[in-house]
């Protein structure tokens, strides 16, 4: 069995997950579903990035320890994630015992190597980034230079620090990245070229003062020091495999790794992750898959803009799980930003959900039930429309195998237009025996609610115990290969919604 290791950022539980950490999350659910139907053996990791000043900041302002908020936080993300019926196999969260060992051994090793120095640093830098900024990086304002992200005045810092050499790693990273198809989009891979190629590559920080931040692993020969909170992020995707004490475990599931990132951490994911990957002596991931960014007027979702939409909202809108998901997937994009528009989402859910797939579910089943009492046995089905299914089943599979879940999605609900309109063409209610038309129009379900599986996954296995059949996997070709239909009732899915603005 191929195994699947799939990834989401660690999240920083500053605050509850919104709708933009739900995009990602959903994204890396319904590939590890599709992956899980199709036979692999899927590894699909998410968890919270919990350490560092910001939470420490968080914690002391509502007067708890940073433990104990980032315990109430990994408890909420957890049942944020449970309500979008999110199915990961192993939530990981930066403070877990496992990982702070993998985290320091991992220091010493490449410490060992003489990868990692200590130096002075002077610079400007940002709290809220916990970040310092270079002179090509930092805008200035009034003459004095600000953070590009925060737009507040950069603290002047002098500072003794551990530093990474990340620039040894320079033509290894042209290399890798101009060689390997690792990122995806390859865009991506270009942009990242292209800065190393004009900025080149510096040493970084990878370590903070206890004084100034004290909510971190600390580095293990030096107290007064705790480890960089992304250098500390990064390695979860070591620890959560039992890197330190299951080699055979981390092999199996590294090989076939695949980071899904939003591309505002494009940079860390390449340049700085693969150079530590390679100062472990470990391979780069297969694969690091970019999408862009959900946006909500004009900006990328998030606290401190105050233009984010709860997730809350969108499942009491919708009514299910499988809605909020599909609406989701289906404005999905890795180039562009999505605008997230409740208007254009509920004329996705009308007309895809409700109007398509659902309708057809209750008619067919309505009919089954009345001309045969929902016993349907195998008929030849008509080649076109033999074709056309194994048309869309093909592309469909293409489309998942290079994460295009938008297209997956559509080709789904096509499935589902060809048995409306071939319901329509044949009339089946007005003929006396329409056993062919009915199991015709039931092979159609039946492939769009195994297409749709990934993302609307309560749906689908409701439509299958109604009719008679199982969510089996599709990549083995599934048309005309059952031999009976049990149409037990008639769903109703997707009720149709009103727009509310
Ligand atoms: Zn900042």
């Not at 080649?383 to 293409?398: T, V």
């Amino acid at each position: 069995m191929d195994t699947f290791y799939i990834t989401t950022p660690i999240y920083y539980p500053n605050a509850p997950p919104h709708i933009g950490h739900a995009y990602t999350t959903i994204f890396a659910d319904v590939l590890a579903r599709y992956k899980r139907l199709t036979g692999n053996n899927v590894l699909f990791l998410t968890g919270n990035d919990e350490h560092g000043l910001k939470i420490q900041k968080v914690a002391e302002k509502q007067g708890k320890t940073p433990k104990e908020f980032t315990d109430e936080m990994a408890e909420l993300f957890k049942k944020y994630w449970l309500s979008l019926d999110i199915n990961y196999d192993h939530f990981i969260r930066t403070t877990d015992d496992y990982h702070e060992r993998t985290v320091k051994e991992a220091f010493n090793y490449i410490y060992k190597k003489g990868l990692i120095y200590k130096a002075k640093y002077a610079g400007f830098y940002c709290v809220e980034c916990e970040k310092y900024y270079s002179p090509e990086e930092y805008v200035e304002v009034d003459g004095k230079p600000h953070c590009p992200l925060h737009n507040k005045p950069l603290e002047y810092m002098e500072e003794e620090t551990y530093y990474f050499k990340l620039s040894e790693f320079e033509k290894y990273l042209l290399d890798v990245l101009s060689n390997k198809d690792i990122v995806y989009p390859r865009s991506y891979a270009d942009e990242v070229l292209s800065k190393i190629n004009k900025e080149g590559l510096r040493d970084i920080s990878i370590a903070r003062p206890v004084e100034r931040v004290w909510w971190g692993i600390p580095v293990p020969f030096d107290e007064k020091y705790v480890i960089y909170v992304w250098f500390d992020a990064l390695l979860n995707y070591l620890s959560a495999l039992d890197y330190l004490n299951n080699r055979d475990k981390f092999n199996k599931y590294w090989s076939n790794a695949h980071h899904v990132i939003g591309k505002d951490i494009l940079w860390f994911h390449t340049v700085v992750w693969f150079s530590i990957l390679r100062a472990l002596d470990i391979d780069p991931p297969r694969k690091v898959i970019v999408h862009a960014f959900l946006t909500s007027k004009g900006a990328k979702m998030s606290k401190s803009v105050g233009n984010v939409v709860p997730i809350e909202e969108l499942l009491s809108r919708y009514g299910s799980p499988d809605a909020v998901r599909y609406v989701l997937m289906r404005i999905f994009n890795m180039d562009k930003d999505s605008e997230f528009d409740f208007e254009l989402l509920d004329n996705i859910y009308n007309s895809e959900l409700a109007d398509t797939y659902g309708n057809l579910v209750r008619r067919a089943g309505v009919l089954a039930q009345k001309k045969t009492d929902g016993k349907i046995y195998r008929r030849n089905i008509d080649s076109k429309i033999r074709d056309e299914l194994e048309n869309k089943l093909k592309s469909y599979i293409d489309a998942m195998e290079n994460y295009e879940v938008s297209k997956a999605a559509s080709i789904a609900i096509d499935t589902a237009r060809l048995g409306n309109q071939y319901l329509n063409d044949t009339k089946p209610w007005e003929k006396k025996d329409p056993s062919k038309e009915l199991y015709t129009v039931l092979e159609t379900i039946r492939l769009a609610t195994i297409l749709l599986y990934p993302f609307t996954p309560r749906a689908s296995d409701l439509v299958a115990k109604a009719f008679g059949f199982t969510i089996e996997n599709p990549s083995k070709g599934v048309v005309e290969s059952i031999e009976r239909y049990n149409v037990l009732s008639a769903p109703i899915l997707f009720k149709k919604i009103m727009s509310k603005k």
